[in-house]
C-alpha cells in the first residue's frame, strides 16, 4: 500500500463531502523532476455541509484545484474522494467524468446560455443531469426555485436580458436544480459592484445553509473568505500555508505569508530568536527586544534565526511620550509621519529605528505628523513566525 492510500484511509470519509490526498497538477506534457507545479502536493478535507473557502493570490492554484475536483483536469499526482467513493487516482487511472460526480460548478463566468430563456437555464439539469426528470413537475421546480432566488416573473425573459447580479442568482438557481452534494464556487462574485457583492455574499451563504449543500468556494478577496467561511484554505504557488477558522487564521496566522494576505499586518524581521524566560518568544529586532507570547501552534522555539515579529495595527498601544517616563519593556519609542482620519479611526504611519509602523488607534487623540510617541506592543497580541 502506498502512502498516499494510507494517509487517506486515515481520514473520515463518512463526514468528509471531499478528501484530497497529494493532489499535484503541472500542465506540462512531460512533468520532469523540475517541472512546474500548479497545484503542488495539497490535501485537505471539506466536511459535509460545511462552507469552506480556497484563498490566495492570482496563480496560486485555487482554480486548478477547483477544476480537478469537478473532474474538468486530470490531475498528475493524487487522489480524490467524493462521498466515500474514489472519482480519481492518478496511480491507478482512475477518472471519474464530472458529469457522473455529484457535483454542481458556478464559474466565474456564470456559464448562463445566451440562447436560452432563463426557464430553461434554470431546468438545464434537470433535463440533462445526473438525476433526469421529465413532465410538468421540472418547470414547476425551475419556477419555485427561480422565486426563490428572486427571479420571480423572469422565467421568461432571455438569459442576456438580465443584469450581471440576476444572472449570478441563475447560476446558482441552476446549479441548485442539479441536487449536488457538493457545489464548487469560482469566484461567482467578482463580477458585481461592491455594494451588490456584499449583498450577495450573504445571499449565498444562508442559500447554502437552507439547501443543505456543501461548498467549496474560491476567491482572492481576503474579506470575502473571512465573512462566508467556515473554513478557509490559505494557498501559496501551488502549496497550502495554513487550514483554518477565519478567526484563527486573523489571529493565529502561521506564517509572515499568511499574516500579510489576511488584514494588515506589520512584519518586522527577526536577527534572532529565544525562548522568553517566562515563556513566548524573545525576538531580537531593529526596534529591540520583542517579547512575543504568539507562537505558531506545534511550534516550539529554544533558537532561531530570522522570522517576523508580527502585529496587527489595532493592537499597537499609541500615547503622547512623556519625557519623565522611560518606555517599559515591549514599548519604543518613534514619531508620527502620517495621521489619516477615517471616521471610526484614526490611522497612523510611526517610525521607529526606521522601520514604518501603521497603528490604527480611536480618533481623538493629539497625534499630529512630528509628535514623538510611545508604541506598546502587547505580548499578547504579538506573535513570533519562523517564516
Ligand atoms: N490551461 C493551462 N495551461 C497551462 N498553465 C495553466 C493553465 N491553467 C492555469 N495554468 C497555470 O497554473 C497556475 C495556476 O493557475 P490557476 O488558474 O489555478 O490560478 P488561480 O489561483 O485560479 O488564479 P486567479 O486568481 O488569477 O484566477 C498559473 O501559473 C497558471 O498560469
Ligand atoms: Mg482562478
Same mark, same amino acid.
Given at each position: 500500500?502506498?502512502?498516499?492510500?494510507?494517509?487517506?484511509?486515515?481520514?473520515?470519509?463518512?463526514?468528509?463531502?471531499?478528501?484530497?490526498?497529494?493532489?499535484?497538477?503541472?500542465?506540462?506534457?512531460?512533468?520532469?523532476?523540475?517541472?512546474?507545479?500548479?497545484?503542488?502536493?495539497?490535501?485537505?478535507?471539506?466536511?459535509?455541509?460545511?462552507?469552506?473557502?480556497?484563498?490566495?493570490?492570482?496563480?496560486?492554484?485555487?482554480?486548478?484545484?477547483?477544476?480537478?475536483?469537478?473532474?474538468?483536469?486530470?490531475?498528475?499526482?493524487?487522489?480524490?474522494?467524493?462521498?466515500?467513493?474514489?472519482?480519481?487516482?492518478?496511480?491507478?487511472?482512475?477518472?471519474?467524468?464530472?458529469?457522473?460526480?455529484?457535483?454542481?460548478?458556478?464559474?466565474?463566468?456564470?456559464?448562463?446560455?445566451?440562447?436560452?430563456?432563463?426557464?430553461?437555464?434554470?431546468?438545464?439539469?434537470?433535463?440533462?443531469?445526473?438525476?433526469?426528470?421529465?413532465?410538468?413537475?421540472?418547470?414547476?421546480?425551475?419556477?419555485?426555485?427561480?422565486?426563490?432566488?428572486?427571479?420571480?416573473?423572469?422565467?421568461?425573459?432571455?438569459?442576456?436580458?438580465?443584469?450581471?447580479?440576476?444572472?449570478?442568482?441563475?447560476?446558482?438557481?441552476?446549479?441548485?436544480?442539479?441536487?449536488?452534494?457538493?457545489?464548487?464556487?469560482?469566484?461567482?462574485?467578482?463580477?458585481?459592484?461592491?455594494?451588490?457583492?456584499?449583498?450577495?455574499?450573504?445571499?449565498?451563504?444562508?442559500?447554502?445553509?437552507?439547501?443543505?449543500?456543501?461548498?467549496?468556494?474560491?476567491?482572492?478577496?481576503?474579506?470575502?473568505?473571512?465573512?462566508?467561511?467556515?473554513?478557509?484554505?490559505?494557498?501559496?504557488?501551488?502549496?497550502?500555508?495554513?487550514?483554518?477558522?477565519?478567526?484563527?487564521?486573523?489571529?493565529?496566522?502561521?506564517?509572515?505569508?499568511?499574516?500579510?494576505?489576511?488584514?494588515?499586518?506589520?512584519?518586522?524581521?527577526?536577527?534572532?530568536?529565544?525562548?522568553? +524566560? =517566562?515563556? $513566548?518568544?524573545?525576538? !531580537?529586532?531593529?526596534?529591540?527586544? &520583542? *517579547?512575543?507570547?504568539?507562537? #505558531?501552534?506545534?511550534?516550539?522555539?529554544?533558537?532561531?534565526?530570522?522570522?517576523?515579529?508580527?502585529?496587527?495595527?489595532?493592537?499597537?498601544?499609541?500615547?503622547?511620550?512623556?519625557?519623565?517616563?522611560?518606555?517599559?519593556?515591549?514599548?519604543?519609542?518613534?514619531?508620527?509621519?502620517?495621521?489619516?482620519?477615517?471616521?471610526?479611526?484614526?490611522?497612523?504611519?510611526?517610525?521607529?529605528?526606521?522601520?514604518?509602523?501603521?497603528?490604527? +488607534? =480611536?480618533? $481623538?487623540?493629539?497625534? !499630529?505628523?512630528?509628535?514623538?510617541? &510611545? *508604541?506598546?506592543?502587547?505580548? #499578547?497580541?504579538?506573535?513570533?513566525?519562523?517564516?
Amino acid at each position: 500500500m502506498t502512502e498516499t492510500m494510507v494517509e487517506a484511509m486515515n481520514r473520515d470519509t463518512t463526514t468528509n463531502s471531499i478528501v484530497i490526498t497529494q493532489l499535484r497538477k503541472s500542465y506540462e506534457k512531460s512533468a520532469d523532476a523540475d517541472a512546474a507545479y500548479a497545484v503542488d502536493n495539497i490535501s485537505f478535507d471539506v466536511p459535509k455541509g460545511q462552507f469552506v473557502t480556497l484563498l490566495g493570490p492570482s496563480g496560486c492554484g485555487k482554480t486548478t484545484t477547483l477544476r480537478c475536483v469537478a473532474g474538468l483536469e486530470h490531475a498528475t499526482e493524487g487522489r480524490i474522494e467524493m462521498g466515500g467513493e474514489v472519482v480519481f487516482d492518478a496511480a491507478r487511472k482512475r477518472h471519474v467524468r464530472p458529469e457522473e460526480r455529484p457535483i454542481a460548478m458556478v464559474p466565474q463566468s456564470y456559464g448562463i446560455w445566451p440562447h436560452m430563456k432563463v426557464i430553461d437555464n434554470a431546468a438545464f439539469p434537470m433535463r440533462h443531469g445526473r438525476n433526469r426528470r421529465r413532465g410538468p413537475e421540472v418547470r414547476q421546480r425551475a419556477l419555485e426555485m427561480l422565486e426563490q432566488v428572486g427571479l420571480a416573473g423572469m422565467a421568461d425573459r432571455w438569459a442576456t436580458q438580465l443584469s450581471g447580479g440576476q444572472q449570478q442568482r441563475l447560476a446558482l438557481a441552476r446549479a441548485l436544480l442539479g441536487d449536488p452534494e457538493v457545489l464548487l464556487l469560482d469566484e461567482p462574485l467578482s463580477n458585481l459592484d461592491a455594494k451588490l457583492r456584499a449583498k450577495l455574499r450573504q445571499e449565498l451563504r444562508s442559500f447554502q445553509e437552507q439547501f443543505g449543500v456543501t461548498a467549496l468556494y474560491v476567491t482572492h478577496d481576503q474579506a470575502e473568505a473571512l465573512a462566508m467561511s467556515d473554513t478557509v484554505i490559505v494557498m501559496n504557488k501551488g502549496r497550502i500555508e495554513q487550514i483554518d477558522r477565519p478567526e484563527r487564521l486573523y489571529d493565529h496566522p502561521r506564517s509572515s505569508f499568511v499574516a500579510d494576505f489576511i488584514g494588515s499586518a506589520n512584519l518586522f524581521p527577526v536577527r534572532d530568536a529565544s525562548a522568553g +524566560t =517566562r515563556g $513566548g518568544v524573545l525576538a !531580537r529586532t531593529d526596534l529591540g527586544p &520583542v *517579547l512575543c507570547s504568539r507562537t #505558531a501552534p506545534g511550534e516550539e522555539v529554544r533558537h532561531h534565526n530570522g522570522g517576523f515579529v508580527c502585529v496587527r495595527p489595532e493592537d499597537v498601544g499609541v500615547r503622547p511620550a512623556d519625557a519623565d517616563a522611560a518606555p517599559a519593556d515591549n514599548e519604543f519609542t518613534g514619531v508620527v509621519e502620517s495621521a489619516e482620519f477615517l471616521g471610526d479611526r484614526l490611522e497612523l504611519v510611526v517610525r521607529s529605528a526606521n522601520l514604518p509602523i501603521t497603528v490604527s +488607534t =480611536r480618533a $481623538g487623540q493629539d497625534l !499630529r505628523p512630528g509628535r514623538e510617541v &510611545v *508604541l506598546r506592543l502587547s505580548p #499578547a497580541a504579538t506573535s513570533y513566525l519562523a517564516n
